[in-house]
Nanobody, 123 residues
């Protein structure tokens, strides 16, 4: 049974940092593209970042470039999202997702999803 479990969300002040983790039971983890998406209340689920299976390629939404960093540890079956210089508009539920194929920003292409973790940035 495939499971993606996010952790690391919480409440942080503007300008602060958080690191999200996603532990994945997909096998083999090293074959999956991993992505992070977010959804704010009343809005659609938006792409945040993705990392290729080999970790050779990383991709970011324009809104987070230079502030967020996606990485993965294939030995631990875990993907991370380091979030710095957080802004109120980063407030959302953050979801981890996995797909077999080519990295994409399209949510519908991802095969597996976690339950999400809440990130709240207060001003």
């Amino acid at each position: 049974q495939v499971q993606l479990v996010e952790s690391g969300g919480g409440l942080v002040q503007v300008g602060g940092s958080l690191r999200l983790s996603c532990a994945a039971s997909v096998r083999p983890f090293s074959s999956f593209v991993m992505g992070w998406f977010r959804q704010a209340p009343g809005k659609e689920r938006d792409f945040v970042a993705a990392i290729s299976a080999s970790a050779g390629g990383t991709y970011y939404a324009d809104s987070v470039k230079g502030r967020f960093t996606i990485s993965r540890d294939n030995a631990k079956n875990t993907v991370y999202l380091q979030m710095n210089s957080l802004k109120p508009e980063d407030t959302a539920v953050y979801y981890c997702a996995a797909l077999i194929g080519i990295a994409t920003m399209k949510a519908e292409s991802y095969n597996y999803w976690g339950q999400g973790t809440q990130v709240t940035v207060s001003s």
